[in-house]
């Protein structure tokens, strides 16, 4: 059990800059989880926590101490690889008990561990074959085994999930979380999937160009983004991001599309745009926050809205619906029968309690 | 197997290919089986005109000279200099092709200039090198032979092996490494596993290059450390030749390395083509 803390990580890969000054605490049982587009620096980061990378500068440590010094073995951590990484020449059995058998495990412990490793993770009947003869989600079931029957003070996940088909990794992700409530080891996971990183995390740890755009509890990134970025990541079908103008008058706000039309907004947002009169801003309204307007008086902070149904997606309980609101695209998240055709008039009502307002340059959420 | 009928067209052309193949293997095998069969004629039987297909007997005597007047030792000095040479070679040049594959030791070039040392024409560097051991007395010593095929070896080493490693995914290295073993102990129980059949073939081309050198050794062996090579050499006079001692001894020239083939089979195919894939 260990709690993780680094402070001002940089590291580069020749003239690439890969991780920019990350600072981050992870306490002892938690699941955090690195996410961020491709090539953002997750891996780099994970690897330098192992010590399969060394950081230029900043320091690392793992339960108090500070390892930048110790070796990956020596950090009594256990990780989990993107292609599993069995070794194709051993047996499961072999395979699992390979980090005990590399530490001097005595050979009843070995046994017991990979036996009870086996039995959690359902493979107790595969502990003769070879990897080959395994399939991707038997594969990586043995590589999580491999892991666990370590007892480590730290689980590190590089994309553990990445090959598996849709439907072994929604399966998969669920044993992995029900793992972590298991064995309550601290867990460190990277992942570019937003709906894993929702899913699984305690805390979301988003990073964009090395650098930490923000963290935090998975539904408050989701509800509370800082940044339009973090608006845009989180969420599926992502944030409609609609430029239009601010005018303000008092108390009361509107945001006033350029292709005509305005909304006006709740007051708990006004209040916060006093003097933002003339603004240019990127209005930030998810696919969720739209619903059929059912005729009666609309709730505080909604607002209703007419258009006509372009692209109609249905997924069986939701059908996402593409309309035109502010001179663009936008997606509409709505009930399975909600919308029948194209080219229909859809009385639409929209929650702007929830509205996030971007400004368009610095990608800064200012209300 | 189920026997199908095939179709007359099929049939014909699947006979006429075994057909084929049986000729090119009489074609190929028929110098060998002239060897085996001359190693076991009396003189008579070997001038016999015209020429005796099988030898009234076999018999054994033309390989008991070779035991009785000490030749065969040519072919254990050639065992030993060409096991023992290609067996540094192997783990010496296994180390350095690790160094150069995962640690980039000696940047992009230093591969391709390693091997482009095994592009030189061996009789452009024999007589420097002639020189040079007799200055050092390496001249028909054990250490002298054993020393010249493993430089000559090590780039060919490097680079094969070279490749077999880059093929090797780091992750299973690095999941090692995190699992608790260091370096030495990934190369042994990671990378070595891993490269097994390119290690095999790559040593059955080391032991055979030393194994078949004949201008080095004759250039720089004498009396003690004659290999087999030489030592066949010495069979044909300005006279006469002794074919029955040139056919016994190139008999059991032959089978070491009919020996170490044989065994190393299944490992030489597919790291062969391991190679030619990657390369
Ligand atoms: N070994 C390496 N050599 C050079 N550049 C690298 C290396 N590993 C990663 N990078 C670069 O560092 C950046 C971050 O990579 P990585 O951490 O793998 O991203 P992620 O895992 O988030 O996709 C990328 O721009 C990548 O190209
Ligand atoms: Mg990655």
């Known amino acids: ?367 | 197997m189920r026997v199908s009928k095939l179709p007359a067209r099929k049939a014909r052309i699947l006979a006429l290919r075994y057909l084929g193949a049986g000729v090119v293997t009489l074609l190929f095998l028929f110098p060998v089986y002239w060897l085996f069969m001359i190693s076991f004629k009396t003189p008579d039987e070997i001038y016999h005109v015209p020429p005796l297909w099988i030898p009234g007997q076999i018999q054994f005597s033309n390989y008991y000279v070779l035991f009785k007047d000490g030749d065969v030792l040519a072919i254990l000095n050639s065992l030993i200099v060409a096991s023992v040479s290609s067996g540094i070679a192997i783990v010496l040049g296994t180390l350095c092709a690790y160094s150069l594959a995962r640690f980039g030791t000696g940047g992009e070039n230093l591969a391709m200039w390693i091997i482009s040392q095994r592009m030189i024409p061996p009789i452009a560097v024999v007589f420097p090198i002639f020189l040079i051991y007799v200055y050092f007395g390496l001249v028909d010593s054990y250490f002298g032979l054993i020393l010249l095929y493993t430089a000559f070896n090590l780039p060919y080493v490097i680079w094969m092996m070279r490749g077999y490693i880059v093929d090797v995914p780091l992750e299973l290295e690095e999941s090692a490494l995190v699992d608790g073993l260091n370096r030495w102990e990934v190369i042994w129980k990671v990378v070595f596993p891993m490269v097994r059949p390119g290690l095999m073939a790559t040593s059955v081309f080391t032991f055979a290059f030393a194994w078949n050198d004949f201008l080095f050794a004759l250039v720089l062996t004498r009396t003690e450390v004659i290999t087999f090579p030489v030592m066949l050499t010495h069979y044909f006079g300005g006279q006469s030749n002794f074919w029955a001692k040139i056919a016994a001894m190139s008999v059991l020239g032959t089978l070491p390395i009919f020996v170490a083939v044989s065994v190393m089979q299944r490992y030489l195919v597919r790291g062969i083509s391991l190679g030619a894939v990657k390369g």
């Not at chain 1, 994970?46 to 070796?71: F, M, Q, W, Y």
């Not at chain 1, 003070?153 to 669920?174: I, K, V």
């Not at chain 1, 307007?293 to 069986?316: E, F, H, K, M, W």
């Not at chain 1, 194209?342 to 309690?353: K, S, V, W, Y």
């Open chain 1, 1 to 367: 059990m260990a709690d993780v803390k680094l402070s001002g990580v940089h590291k580069y890969y020749g003239n690439v800059h890969a991780v920019r000054g990350v600072d981050l605490t992870i306490t002892d049982g938690e699941f955090a989880v690195l996410v961020g587009p491709s090539g953002c620096g997750k891996s780099t980061l994970l690897r330098t926590i192992a010590g399969l990378e060394d950081p230029d500068s900043g320091a690392i440590a793992i339960g108090g101490a500070v390892v930048n010094d110790l070796r990956p073995r020596e950090r009594n951590i256990a990780m989990v690889f993107q292609n599993y990484a069995l070794y194709p020449y051993l047996t499961v059995n072999e395979n699992i008990a390979f980090g005990l058998r590399a530490r001097k495990t005595p050979e009843i412990e070995i046994r017991k561990r990979v036996s009870e490793a086996a039995e959690m993770l359902g493979i107790g009947n595969l502990l003769q074959r070879y990897p080959r003869q395994l399939s991707g989600g038997q594969r990586q079931r043995v590589a999580i085994g491999r892991a666990i029957v370590r007892k480590a003070d730290l689980f590190l996940f590089d994309e553990p999930l990445s090959n598996l088909d849709a439907q072994l990794r929604d399966e998969m992700r669920a044993e992995i979380k029900r793992l972590h409530h298991e064995i309550t080891t601290t867990m460190i996971y990277v992942t570019h999937d937003q709906i894993e990183a929702m899913t699984l995390a305690d805390r979301i740890v988003l990073l964009r160009d090395g650098k930490i755009e923000q963290q935090g509890a998975p539904l408050e990134l989701f509800e509370q983004p800082r940044t339009g970025f973090v608006a845009g990541f989180l969420g599926s079908p992502s944030i409609n991001l609609i430029p239009a103008t601010l005018k303000t008058d008092g108390p009361v706000a509107a945001v006033v599309f350029q292709s005509g039309g305005e909304l006006k907004l709740p007051s708990a947002k006004a209040m916060s745009l006093a003097g933002a009169q003339g603004r240019e801003i990127l209005v930030g309204i998810r696919p969720q926050h739209f619903s059929r307007a059912g005729g009666g008086p609309l709730r505080n902070g909604v607002v209703s809205y007419s258009a006509v149904a372009d692209l109609i997606q249905p997924t069986g309980t939701r059908t996402f619906t593409t309309i035109k609101i502010g001179g663009v695209d936008a997606v509409a998240e709505l009930q399975a029968h909600d919308v029948r055709s194209h080219g229909e008039r859809i009385d639409l009502a929209i929650d702007l309690n929830r509205v996030v307002l971007i400004d368009p340059v610095s990608g800064v959420v200012i209300a």
